[in-house]
């Protein structure tokens, strides 16, 4: 049984399957080479507290990605009712 797919359920078979597994590959490099830029950069231009800077990187990505996150409950795309109060299911 089953259709043997991983994301996005092609299994390689007819439907896309090498231009599936390219695009992932194309992907994974590009996630690795923008991982590396920032990591070069961030030991370069370390700012002298890095709990503060890491601090307010995780606030701003908190405060931009809240409505985005509220979109995608609200049409369905994304189910959070599953988290609970804790997770933040409640807040929505």
């Known amino acids: 049984?089953?259709?043997?797919?991983?994301?996005?359920?092609?299994?390689?078979?007819?439907?896309g399957g090498l231009h599936a597994t390219t695009g992932g590959a194309l992907l994974c490099l590009c996630s690795a080479l923008l991982y590396a830029c920032y990591t070069v950069l961030l030991r370069a231009l370390a700012?002298?507290?890095?709990?503060?800077f890491f601090g307010l990187v995780g606030a701003f990505n908190a405060l931009a990605l809240a409505p985005l996150v509220a979109v995608l409950h609200v049409t369905g795309a994304?189910?959070?009712s599953?988290?609970?109060?804790a997770g933040g299911g409640g807040i929505l």
């Open 1 to 15: 049984g089953g259709d043997g797919g991983g994301v996005g359920g092609g299994g390689g078979g007819e439907s």
């Open 47 to 52: 700012p002298t507290d890095l709990l503060l």
């Open 78 to 80: 994304e189910d959070l």
């Open 82 to 85: 599953r988290l609970g109060l």
